[in-house]
């Protein structure tokens, strides 16, 4: 089988237009899977890192260059296979909690000025 496979929502029904509503979608969809075999990551054109945070806190983070990390062209859900999550893991000796660090080091080091400008492109589509 495909080590991991991206189900792009190029032309979606209205509702993946909102960020939380292709996550939503993403944990039905896990319901339906097996979790210990298979995980889903969701990205979207207007994602935002904390979909957990207060309306306030949301208003802050829109201009967080960290968003771009699960951003994409098009809503798209990521099937990835458990066990190579596991072999990453064990690729990184354990220590993958570095990676999300790392994304967001690099990602927030550019302005978002420059990160707009590179997604200008896929916006205006």
């Known amino acids: 089988p495909p080590t991991t496979t991206l189900i792009v929502f190029a032309s979606h029904p209205?509702?993946?237009d909102k960020h939380e509503n292709l996550v939503r979608f993403s944990y039905e969809a896990l319901t339906l899977m097996d979790s210990s075999t298979s995980q889903l990551v969701?990205?979207?054109?207007?994602?935002?890192?904390?979909?957990?945070?207060?309306?306030n806190e949301i208003d802050k983070e829109?201009?967080?260059?960290?968003?771009?990390?699960?951003?994409?062209?098009?809503?798209?859900?990521h099937?990835?296979?458990t066990v190579d999550l596991v072999d990453a893991a064990k690729f990184m000796k354990g220590d993958t909690e570095k990676i999300p660090i790392r994304n967001m080091e690099k990602l927030?080091?550019?302005?978002?000025?420059?990160?707009?400008?590179?997604?200008?492109?896929y916006e205006t589509k």
Do not use: C, I, K, M
């Not at 829109?62 to 859900?77: A, I, Q």
């Not at 927030?108 to 492109?121: D, G, I, N």
């Open 14 to 16: 209205g509702f993946l």
């Open 62 to 77: 829109v201009d967080d260059p960290y968003n771009f990390v699960t951003r994409s062209p098009y809503p798209t859900l």
């Open 108 to 121: 927030r080091a550019q302005s978002l000025e420059e990160l707009r400008r590179e997604w200008t492109f």
């Open 42 to 55: 969701a990205f979207h054109p207007r994602a935002q890192h904390n979909l957990y945070s207060t309306p």
């Open 79 to 81: 099937l990835l296979r």
